[in-house]
């Protein structure tokens, strides 16, 4: 056969012999397509198992210990991804017809990664600690008048004083502990014991070791996928985390290949990374905003006041220029995620009137100041006046030394001062202001963020009992409605009726003027590009990104169907 092709062939003309290799070659191209198409059909791709994933962290970790207050963010990181939350860990709940009794029903065959039992001891373990008032954990105030108590290995029986309308959240944010690793170990000592840096968990990641230089500063911990994970082992069956003292530093690794992915804290910064990356934003239930305290000024106890300066500012300008558009506006106590916002039609950006009505309030007299009336110029939105003697009111506007935040409150500085407000701008580090301006109240107004529950429970942020330090009513509102609503939203368990009332909890807040809602800003993950899996785009706290880290994965193999 070949004989007579080879024969044929030689007969060809020129012409003849180029139709001949191009209908092979293109005969040829369209059998591979035909292949490939067909090894398509009947194969499905997965994600391949294996390979390391690097986390990059600007600090250090302290306490991998759900037992002690985890302010640190890093740790909070490290616990998501070595710990599961007693939601994750309870295969269902029974609620009594009261909705006072719920009973947790553990998932059968849990193991702590050491390969110990997890029982109901370890969770009413944990939960004892956190509800020690001496032990000062962050979490007490949400376990307050709850009682644990247990039925069998499996099953725990919550008892509560009142029913609670988001218990189920307190659920996800309980992370148990270990009890045949802590019970014997005084709460005090806890912050001594090796497992604060050696964690046994029930998370998707285990610990393997960590390389600390001899000044005790640690560069890198070493995790490993943790067999006995409820949830399946983890395509990534390692996962380093690299330790940076500045992000500057960690961009540097990320563009050296070093890093697979971090949070990036300003979106200015995108310009900086080299390599081609996938840029994740992701919504948190946070905000910042100017809190007004009027016991420490005067002037602002006039709701027209408050309103004026809430007016002179224009959020889409500080999204556009200083975000960058990684943001949303905020126009009242609950972000647009959580279920009962509310749009706020009254929130309005016009500094012309925001200067008429500070004039109106203050009963300025235009007639007899002519610095004012000279300096001062109108269009359709804005009005400026000459820096001369001629305010109209002096604030003090008190701002964390962080590189967003400063330039939010000089930008706020600057429109007030256009509408007649002499502003003294004072930045202060995060730690000078939690550990002395918010404990003191000592501000008029302050720049700064709350980082809300993931539900409508707002009583921690307005109720008047959460006024003085560590309450997170940062504006001192007073107010028996407000009081009244915050507490029958919590215990109210009709969705319908809830709302209404989130619907009257809101416009009574924002009536108040106490508070200049700003924006939430975009929770920033660089990653390679490669990387698949990641699902979340809202999240309730930066740690939440690692919710499904057990997906994550960058290579795939094909099966067949």
């Known amino acids: 056969m070949f004989y007579l092709l080879n024969k044929s062939y ?56 759900p037992l002690i207050s985890y302010s640190n963010p890093v740790d909070e990181d490290l616990i998501r991804l070595t710990f599961s939350n007693l939601d994750e860990l309870t295969d269902h709940y029974e609620v009594s017809h009261s909705n006072k009794i719920w009973t947790a029903f553990l998932k059968k065959d849990l193991k702590w990664s050491d390969s110990e039992v997890l029982k109901a001891d370890d969770i009413i373990f944990t939960l004892n600690t956190i509800q020690n008032p001496q032990n000062s954990h962050p979490l007490f105030s949400s376990w307050e008048g709850v009682f644990a108590e247990k039925i069998n290995d499996t099953e725990i029986r919550f008892t509560l004083k009142n029913p609670y309308a988001f218990l189920n959240d307190n659920f996800k944010n ?80 990320f563009n050296q290949k070093e890093v697979s992915g971090f949070n990036l804290s300003d979106p200015k910064k995108l310009e900086e990374l080299k390599l081609s990356y996938k840029k994740i934003s992701l919504a948190l239930p946070r905000y910042f905003a100017v809190f007004l305290n009027e016991k420490n000024n005067p002037a602002l106890k006039n709701p027209e ?47 012309t009137l925001a200067r008429t009505i500070l004039q109106k309030a203050l009963k300025f007299n235009q007639l007899n100041s002519s610095k004012n009336s000279a300096g001062l110029t109108k269009n ?151 990387l698949e899996g990641f699902n979340d785009f809202y999240i309730q706290s930066p740690s939440n990104r690692f919710n499904n880290v057990n997906q994550w994965y960058s290579e795939i193999n094909r099966e067949f169907n």
Do not use: C
């Open 174 to 253: 309980l992370y148990p502990a270990p009890l045949h690793i802590f019970n014997d170990i005084p709460y005090p000592n806890l912050k001594l014991s090796k497992y604060n840096l050696e964690p046994i968990g029930s998370g998707p990641y285990k610990y393997s070791s960590y390389i600390a230089k001899n000044t005790g500063y640690i560069d890198n911990l070493y995790l490993e996928s943790n067999p006995n994970y409820y949830g399946g082992a983890p395509y990534f069956t390692k996962f380093i985390v690299n330790f940076y003292k500045t992000e500057d530093a960690l961009i540097k690794n």
């Open 380 to 530: 359709n939105k804005s009005a400026t006046i000459e820096p001369k003697d001629s305010y109209l009111l002096e604030i003090t506007l008190t701002v964390p030394n962080t590189p967003n935040l400063k330039e939010v409150g000089q930008y706020i500085a600057n429109s007030w001062e256009k509408v007649g407000v002499k502003t003294n701008l004072v930045v202060l580090d995060l730690e000078n202001i939690n550990d002395t301006i918010l404990k003191k109240r000592s501000y008029e107004a302050l720049l700064f963020g709350e980082q809300l529950k993931n539900n409508q429970d707002l009583y921690s942020f307005w109720h008047s009992s959460e006024s003085s330090y560590p309450g997170g009513n940062l504006a001192n509102v007073s107010s028996q409605t407000i009081d009244n609503l915050l507490e029958s939203i919590r215990q109210d368990l009709n969705v319908e009726s809830r709302r209404q009332k989130i619907k009257s909890l809101e416009k009574t807040i924002r009536s108040t003027y106490s508070t200049i809602f700003l924006v939430s800003p975009n929770y920033l993950y660089i990653t390679q590009t490669k």
């Open 305 to 351: 006041v408050k309103k004026a300066l809430a007016m002179a500012i224009n959020k889409d300008e500080i999204i556009n220029k200083i975000y960058l558009n990684e943001a949303a506006k905020i126009d009242g106590p609950l972000p647009p995620q959580i279920p009962g916002y509310i749009k706020n039609e009254d929130d309005l950006f016009d500094s």
């Open 10 to 65: 030689s007969r060809f003309q020129k012409k003849e012999a180029i139709l001949f290799w191009s209908g092979l070659v293109i005969g040829l191209v369209a059998l591979v397509f035909i292949s490939l198409n067909y090894y398509l059909d009947i194969t499905k791709a997965v994600p391949k198992r294996g390979g390391s994933y690097i986390e990059g962290l600007v600090g250090q970790p302290v306490y991998i210990n």
